[in-house]
């Protein structure tokens, strides 16, 4: 499970940096769609299938709560570069935002939350959180359209 989520890490971060270095607009604006889309579907299964897992169990419950300081900058970031056109000067500097914000989140959860939390709960359960966890991703990205 853990692994799947680092997984989906990369490559999210892969479309950030293309992200910033582009410099045509419609491909700009493709990649946000794409990484918007990808950010929130991961961070809704996350938080509607892993953390609440964690959180349950008393030696797990402050990694649910750092994550969720986490998802909050998240999701403050992803709600600025909605506000802004992907032509405005402002763009580039929310999107680096993001992308510091991204980088710090996957690098708390790989480096300690997630091998703590693969410690805790053991490869069984980690492993049968995967398909609810997937299932909850897939239907939030279905929101998207």
Known sequence: MFIRLAQQHRAADALLS???????????????????????????????EVYPLLEADETLRDIARRH?????????????????????????????????????????EEQELFPRAQQAIGDEVAKQL???????QELAAQSFG
């Open 18 to 48: 293309r992200a910033l270095h582009t410099e045509e607009l419609r491909v700009r604006q493709e990649l946000w769609a794409e990484l918007r889309k990808q950010l929130i579907s991961h961070e809704q299964g996350e938080l509607l």
């Open 68 to 108: 969720a300081e986490h998802a909050n900058d998240l999701e403050d970031a992803i709600g600025k570069l909605d506000t802004l056109d992907a032509r405005s000067s402002s763009w580039r500097p929310a999107l680096e935002r993001l992308v510091a914000i991204v980088k710090e989140h996957v690098a708390l």
């Open 130 to 136: 995967e398909q609810p966890y997937l299932r909850a």
